[in-house]
């Protein structure tokens, strides 16, 4: 049971971490002042999947 | 932990293996990103950036928790996760304590979560210098090592071909070379140059 | 779609590394041999296939915020699976897959599925689209291995790296016997250009076939477009004609009612 346990644990535990630090970042407002250098539309480059302008 | 390991290193993983000519890895931004200097040199530099602290990371973690723990057939979950949630990790700190760091290269940030050269050198650390004998420090400041160099490596070959590409963009391509096709040749030429750099060190 | 075109759609048309440029990564790093293209290949086949029945499957069951890590564990729990595999049944391609077994996780074809047909599908769908999708994948690899291994050594070799169904390396194909005919003592493996087993070889095979490709597309654009160039120019021809009887008919009706 023990053997099983352990990697369930640290992959729960690193998935709520990864879940956490997502969150936080959405939160997060973009500073003003660089809004406009956020363009999604010259987003055209890697297909990184978990890119936070895709949407 | 000398400056000979750093350099051997550096200069190793910078020029003769290189990251992107010769392992392959982060092929996607090379031929997406890579068409003005300008967001090269920030996209490398946030590459460079996100690849020390991650594989400085993850080399702790199997150091001394996978391994300890007898579970080191769990890394590669363990390692996307890991880096996954330190990009975003980084990207809010920049966010929130410095603007004209975030101004530079906050928007390459989550471009290169999944950037396989960043998952790659973390997984090539692991295989290729940790043992079981080796002491925590030494391996941890070898592996920061190589991914600097790699990280640099990175930088050269993108900046060096976003200068081709902009001259390459004013040139009279034939039709069913414009593109990616041109750019591949191009990056074979470039790689058959550094295939000359082979048993330096 | 019917099933059919479901399955068939990865290896031509919706082909993820000549079409969508998805994975160029693995295509240009394993495929110096024929065998080893073949061997990622199929790797990614099961990963794909298992990542899109369980993502389809549990699609009911994740809320939308953490989709992505929850898929990330999926796919990363399917590559450990195959990571095992492959180290007990065929060592040799471990060792010549190297960081690129594990690195099938951050493959963007396995996500993108998920994302776009899995997650909206249902498992039979979903299960066709993995097999199908994979196996283009597969043909995409097995083409420029192909290509990369004929012109480095002459010939396809079996049996080194994917140790089933013979029992020493055999060649499945060269070119000797032919020149042979003529002469004695040739081997093509002298006259091999062996850069292009080298990574110098795998830019530039990458970028012919790729050219190939678009050459094929451009052709295909040209002649649609003559054909609706010839289509517009006969529309005309026969509104022309139409105007001229109608005029004729005009003039023949004044002359009548003179």
Same mark, same amino acid.
């Given at each position: 049971?023990?053997?099983?346990?352990?990697?369930?644990?640290?992959?729960?535990?690193?998935?709520?971490?990864?879940?956490?630090?997502?969150?936080?970042?959405?939160?997060?407002?973009?500073?003003?002042?660089?809004?406009?250098?956020?363009?999604?539309?010259?987003?055209?480059?890697?297909?990184?999947?978990?890119?936070?302008?895709?949407? | 932990?000398?400056?000979?390991?750093?350099?051997?290193?550096?200069?190793?993983?910078?020029?003769?293996?290189?990251?992107?000519?010769?392992?392959?890895?982060?092929?996607?931004?090379?031929?997406?990103?890579?068409?003005?200097?300008?967001?090269?040199?920030?996209?490398?530099?946030?590459? !460079? #950036?996100?690849? &020390?602290?991650? $594989?400085?990371? *993850?080399?702790?973690?199997?150091? =001394?928790?996978?391994?300890? /723990?007898?579970?080191?057939?769990?890394?590669?979950?363990?390692?996307?996760?890991?880096?996954?949630?330190?990009?975003?990790?980084?990207?809010?700190?920049?966010?929130?304590?410095?603007?004209?760091?975030?101004?530079?290269?906050?928007?390459?940030?989550?471009?290169?979560?999944?950037?396989?050269?960043?998952?790659?050198?973390?997984?090539?650390?692991?295989?290729?210098?940790?043992?079981?004998?080796?002491?925590?420090?030494?391996? !941890? #400041?070898?592996? &920061?090592?190589? $991914?600097?160099? *790699?990280?640099?490596?990175?930088? =050269?070959?993108?900046?060096? /071909?976003?200068?081709?590409?902009?001259?390459?963009?004013?040139?009279?391509?034939?039709?069913?070379?414009?593109?990616?096709?041109?750019?591949?040749?191009?990056?074979?030429?470039?790689?058959?140059?550094?295939?000359?750099?082979?048993?330096?060190? | 779609?019917?099933?059919?075109?479901?399955?068939?759609?990865?290896?031509?048309?919706?082909?993820?590394?000549?079409?969508?440029?998805?994975?160029?990564?693995?295509?240009?790093?394993?495929?110096?041999?024929?065998?080893?293209?073949?061997?990622?290949?199929?790797?990614?086949?099961?990963?794909?296939?298992?990542?899109?029945?369980?993502?389809?499957?549990?699609?009911?069951?994740?809320?939308?915020?953490?989709?992505?890590?929850?898929?990330?564990?999926?796919?990363?729990?399917?590559?450990?699976?195959?990571?095992?595999?492959?180290?007990?049944?065929?060592?040799?391609?471990?060792?010549?897959?190297?960081?690129?077994?594990?690195?099938?996780?951050?493959?963007?074809?396995?996500?993108?599925?998920?994302?776009?047909?899995?997650?909206?599908?249902?498992?039979?769908?979903?299960?066709?689209?993995?097999?199908?999708?994979?196996?283009?994948?597969?043909?995409?690899?097995?083409?420029?291995?192909?290509?990369?291994?004929?012109?480095?050594?002459?010939?396809?070799?079996?049996?080194?790296?994917?140790?089933?169904?013979?029992?020493?390396?055999?060649?499945?194909?060269?070119?000797?016997?032919?020149?042979?005919?003529?002469?004695?003592?040739?081997?093509?493996?002298?006259?091999?250009?062996?850069?292009?087993?080298?990574?110098?070889?795998?830019?530039?095979?990458?970028?012919?076939?790729?050219?190939?490709?678009?050459?094929?597309?451009?052709?295909?654009?040209?002649?649609?477009?003559?054909?609706?160039?010839?289509?517009?120019?006969?529309?005309?021809?026969?509104?022309?004609?139409?105007?001229?009887?109608?005029?004729?008919?005009?003039?023949?009706?004044?002359?009548?009612?003179?």
């Amino acid at each position: 049971m023990g053997g099983f346990l352990i990697p369930v644990l640290v992959i729960g535990g690193l998935v709520i971490v990864y879940i956490l630090s997502y969150a936080l970042n959405k939160n997060t407002p973009i500073p003003e002042e660089c809004l406009e250098i956020v363009d999604s539309t010259k987003c055209e480059s890697c297909h990184s999947f978990t890119c936070t302008y895709k949407k | 932990m000398s400056f000979t390991v750093f350099a051997t290193a550096i200069i190793s993983a910078m020029l003769i293996n290189n990251v992107i000519l010769m392992q392959f890895l982060g092929i996607c931004p090379f031929l997406g990103v890579s068409k003005k200097s300008s967001s090269a040199v920030g996209m490398s530099a946030a590459v !460079l #950036f996100v690849m &020390v602290i991650a $594989s400085a990371v *993850t080399y702790t973690i199997y150091d =001394l928790v996978l391994y300890p /723990f007898d579970i080191p057939y769990i890394s590669t979950i363990a390692f996307i996760l890991v880096i996954a949630s330190l990009v975003q990790f980084v990207e809010m700190v920049i966010k929130k304590f410095s603007k004209p760091l975030y101004k530079s290269l906050g928007i390459y940030l989550p471009l290169i979560t999944t950037n396989c050269a960043i998952l790659g050198v973390s997984e090539g650390n692991i295989t290729g210098i940790w043992t079981e004998t080796m002491p925590y420090w030494e391996g !941890l #400041f070898t592996a &920061v090592s190589v $991914s600097v160099g *790699t990280g640099l490596g990175f930088g =050269l070959i993108i900046f060096a /071909f976003s200068s081709i590409r902009e001259k390459l963009d004013g040139s009279n391509v034939p039709a069913s070379w414009k593109g990616v096709p041109i750019s591949l040749v191009v990056a074979g030429i470039m790689s058959l140059a550094f295939l000359g750099l082979a048993g330096i060190i | 779609m019917s099933k059919k075109e479901n399955f068939l759609k990865g290896f031509l048309k919706e082909n993820p590394i000549f079409v969508f440029l998805l994975g160029m990564c693995p295509a240009l790093a394993v495929t110096a041999t024929f065998e080893t293209s073949l061997g990622m290949g199929l790797l990614v086949v099961f990963v794909l296939t298992g990542s899109n029945i369980v993502v389809s499957l549990v699609k009911g069951f994740i809320p939308d915020q953490v989709r992505t890590p929850a898929y990330i564990v999926i796919i990363a729990t399917f590559v450990t699976v195959v990571k095992m595999l492959t180290f007990a049944y065929a060592i040799e391609l471990y060792d010549a897959l190297g960081v690129f077994l594990p690195l099938i996780v951050v493959n963007c074809l396995i996500l993108g599925r998920a994302e776009a047909f899995a997650s909206k599908n249902n498992v039979l769908d979903s299960t066709i689209d993995g097999i199908g999708m994979g196996l283009g994948f597969t043909f995409a690899l097995v083409v420029i291995g192909v290509f990369r291994e004929f012109l480095a050594t002459g010939g396809i070799q079996w049996g080194v790296y994917l140790p089933f169904f013979v029992d020493a390396p055999i060649h499945l194909f060269t070119l000797d016997w032919i020149i042979n005919l003529f002469t004695d003592g040739f081997v093509i493996a002298d006259y091999g250009l062996a850069v292009f087993s080298l990574p110098p070889g795998a830019f530039i095979a990458l970028g012919i076939i790729l050219a190939g490709f678009q050459f094929k597309k451009s052709r295909q654009i040209k002649r649609e477009l003559e054909e609706k160039k010839k289509l517009i120019a006969e529309r005309k021809r026969q509104a022309l004609e139409k105007k001229k009887e109608k005029a004729l008919a005009a003039a023949k009706l004044a002359k009548a009612g003179e």
